[in-house]
C-alpha cells in the first residue's frame, strides 16, 4: 500500500542532542512538509521541499534542518538549538501542482527529558 | 496573508446531534479550503476540499461544508453525531505563492457525549 512511514512513533532526547525523525513516501509524490503540532496551536510549517535538493524554511524553522537527497525520503533533524523540542511532528506529502490538499504520516512524538 | 481562525476549541455535542464546528477565512484572492481530522496520536486526514466547484461540498462520514463568500465562512456540518466522531478538527487555506502551503486553524475538539 502506498503511503507515509515515520519512524519513530515516539522519540525521547535528552537535552543537548540533536535527534533526526524519519519520513519515508512511496506515493511519487513530489512535495513534502514538515509541521510541528502543540496543544491549543493547530499546526505550524517548520520546513517543506518541492522537488529533491530544494528545500525552503517554513515560519519556525529556526533550531531545525532538513535535506531531500532522494525524492521519498525528507528526514528532519531537531538540533540542540531547539529551545522547546517537545511536540508532536506530522510528515506530509503533496501530489504535483493539484489542490487536492496534503496526505499525512502517523506523526513522531518527541520528549525531552 | 491568507489565514483560518476556528471558534470555539471545544464542542460537544449529544449522539445523534447536530455537529457544526465554525471556521472563517481571511482572504484576497479565492480561497482553496480544507477541513481535516485528526484521531489522538495519528496524522491528519482529508475530510473534504473546497476548490471553487461547488459552494456545498460534500465529505467523507457524512460531513459537509458550506462555502460562504458574504461570510467568509467554511462551517463543518453533520446531520447526526456518532461516537466514532470524537477527534480534533482542522480547518485549513491553502496560500498564494510558492510551495502551496497550507495554513491551518487552532484546531475543534468535538465531544460526543451520550
Known amino acids: 500500500d502506498g503511503g507515509i512511514t515515520q519512524s519513530p512513533k515516539y522519540l525521547f532526547r535528552k537535552e543537548g542532542q540533536n535527534v533526526t525523525l524519519s519520513c519515508e513516501q512511496n506515493?511519487?509524490?513530489?512535495?513534502m512538509y514538515w509541521y510541528r503540532q502543540d496543544p491549543g496551536q493547530g499546526l505550524r510549517l517548520i520546513y517543506y521541499?518541492?522537488?529533491?535538493?530544494?528545500?525552503q524554511k517554513g515560519d519556525i524553522a529556526e533550531g531545525y534542518s532538513v535535506s531531500r537527497e532522494k525524492k521519498e525520503s525528507f528526514p528532519l533533524t531537531v538540533t540542540s538549538a531547539q529551545k522547546n523540542p517537545t511536540a508532536f511532528y506530522l510528515c506530509?506529502?503533496?501530489?504535483?501542482?493539484?489542490?487536492?490538499?496534503?496526505?499525512f504520516g502517523s506523526g513522531t512524538r518527541l520528549t525531552v527529558v | 496573508a491568507q489565514s483560518v481562525t476556528q471558534l470555539g476549541s471545544h464542542v460537544s455535542v449529544s449522539e445523534g446531534a447536530l455537529v457544526l464546528l465554525r471556521c472563517n477565512y481571511s482572504s484576497s484572492v479565492p480561497p482553496y479550503l480544507f477541513w481535516y481530522v485528526q484521531y489522538p496520536n495519528q496524522g491528519l486526514q482529508l475530510l473534504l476540499k473546497?476548490?471553487?466547484?461547488?459552494?456545498l461540498v460534500k465529505g467523507i462520514n457524512g460531513f459537509e461544508a458550506e462555502f460562504k463568500k458574504s461570510e467568509t465562512s467554511f462551517h463543518l456540518t453533520k446531520p447526526s453525531a456518532h461516537m466514532s466522531d470524537a477527534a480534533e478538527y482542522f480547518c485549513?487555506?491553502?496560500?498564494?505563492?510558492?510551495?502551496?502551503?497550507?495554513?491551518f486553524g487552532t484546531g475543534t475538539q468535538l465531544k460526543v457525549e451520550l
Open positions: 506515493l511519487n509524490h513530489d512535495a
Open positions: 506530509a506529502t503533496r501530489v504535483g501542482q493539484t489542490n487536492y490538499g496534503y496526505t
Open positions: 521541499s518541492q522537488i529533491v535538493n530544494d528545500f
Open positions: 485549513a487555506v491553502r496560500l498564494t505563492g510558492g510551495g502551496n502551503k497550507l495554513t
Open positions: 473546497y476548490t471553487s466547484a461547488a459552494t
